[in-house]
């Protein structure tokens, strides 16, 4: 059973920089889908990045050019990098995993039903 375990939340200014992390445990990283999601404002929740196991990602518009996803496979940990962020970047942030060999086309298309293994998330605030 795959384990995620978010950190790095926190309060910053507008234009400022935060690095989420997300420890993985349970599972061999290649075999999986990992993913970025956030939810906030009476928001739905919304899949901001995502990569797989080549390196490959997939941004949101919302996000693209400001946010960065990776991973660190030798510590098991998924990264997402955000810069320049905005008041409206404020949400509980959530790490997601799905096995690649049931990945959908819900998967791919970054929709939380697409996704099996959550972490319990961790808050930004974006103060203007």
């Known amino acids: 059973q795959v384990r995620l375990v978010e950190s790095g939340g926190g309060t910053v200014q507008a234009g400022g920089s935060l690095r989420l992390a997300c420890a993985v445990s349970?599972?061999?990283?290649?075999?999986?889908?990992m993913a970025w999601f956030r939810q906030g404002g009476g928001n739905e929740r919304e899949g901001i990045a995502a990569i797989d196991s080549e390196g490959t990602t997939t941004y949101a518009d919302s996000v693209k050019g400001r946010f960065t996803i990776s991973t660190d496979n030798a510590a098991n940990t998924l990264y997402l990098q955000m810069n320049n962020l905005k008041p409206e970047d404020t949400a509980m942030y959530y790490c997601a995993a799905e096995r690649r060999s049931t990945r959908t086309y819900a998967t791919i298309q970054m929709l939380p039903h697409g996704f099996g293994a959550w972490g319990r998330g961790t808050r930004v605030s974006v103060s203007s």
């Open positions: 349970g599972h061999n990283p290649d075999d999986y889908y």
